[in-house]
């Protein structure tokens, strides 16, 4: 479970990042963050891994403080999360397989992985996560010989190899086609439903924020302003989190026409 308690992030410049945020997630769950640009998805999204730092308030993952945690600690909490980021974040020059790896590197001593010595149980499941993602017959290739959808897929199973809890995706499908976005969004639900991993994904488009959500939480000027099941993230809804109506290029669907 992760618990905000009264958060709110102010930026060295002034600006607010978030304001008083009070939210629980559950495990298991598949959260859609929608809001326009500039609404703090990616501040919120940030500081459940601690990669943004928050100016007060508690976030609490299974009853453990993070905010708070000193770099011992921040290490072993970050072990159970995954991240997922728009530009996929490969060493671009590596074999697929070695970037499944670097998932693993936290659980070893620093010499160790840096001459490759993996445990052959980390390569079996280093493969088998990207069995996972239908992409094992790519294994050997290099990273930047892959399409921007198949490396989002070895993103997934760098995370995946983590044996997280919990995984944290940045915008993942920005930069990738409407086919590839939702063969990405397919593989995040699938696993989120067969490993019960609590996913959490900031989205720009509403339908598929629909399609894949069981919750929405919509921010506007680093406030939650909706929260609530799919079914209740209505035109009008997504009107109110925007403040202004729905435009054409914020569905998906009016993209492949
Ligand atoms: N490093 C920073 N320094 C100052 N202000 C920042 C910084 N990062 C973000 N902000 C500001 O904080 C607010 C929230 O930004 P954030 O990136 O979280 O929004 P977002 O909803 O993810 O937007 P986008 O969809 O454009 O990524 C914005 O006003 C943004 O300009």
Do not use: C, W
């Amino acid at each position: 479970m992760i618990e905000f308690k009264d958060v709110s992030k102010e930026y060295p410049n002034g600006t607010k990042g978030l304001k008083n945020i009070n939210l629980t997630i559950n495990q298991g769950e598949f959260v859609v963050i929608v809001g326009l640009s500039g609404a703090g998805k990616s501040t919120l999204l940030r500081s459940i891994n601690r990669l943004n730092d928050v100016s007060s308030g508690t976030i609490t993952i299974d009853g453990q403080n993070i905010t708070t945690a000193n770099s011992l600690k921040l290490r072993k909490m970050r072990l159970g999360i995954g991240m997922i980021f728009q530009n996929f974040n490969l060493v671009r020059r590596s074999t697929v397989l070695r970037n499944v790896l670097s998932g693993r590197v936290g659980y070893h001593s620093t010499l160790r992985t840096a001459f490759g010595l993996f445990p052959k149980k980390d390569v079996e499941l280093a493969l088998n996560a990207l069995g996972r993602v239908n992409i094992v017959d790519k294994a050997y290739h290099r990273a930047d010989q892959l399409s921007g959808g198949q490396q989002q897929r070895v993103s997934i199973a760098r995370a995946l190899a983590q044996e997280p809890k919990i995984i944290l995706a940045d915008e993942p499908v920005a930069s990738l086609d409407p086919l590839t976005t939702e063969q990405v969004m397919d593989d995040l639900k699938r696993i989120n439903e067969n490993d019960g991993i609590t996913t959490i994904v900031n989205l720009h488009f509403i339908d598929l924020a629909r399609k894949y959500a069981t919750r929405i939480i919509g921010l506007r000027q680093g406030e939650v302003v909706f929260d609530g099941p799919v079914e209740e993230a209505t035109d009008e809804a997504f009107a109110e989190i925007y403040g202004r109506p729905i435009q054409s290029d914020e569905l998906l669907g009016e993209a492949t026409q």
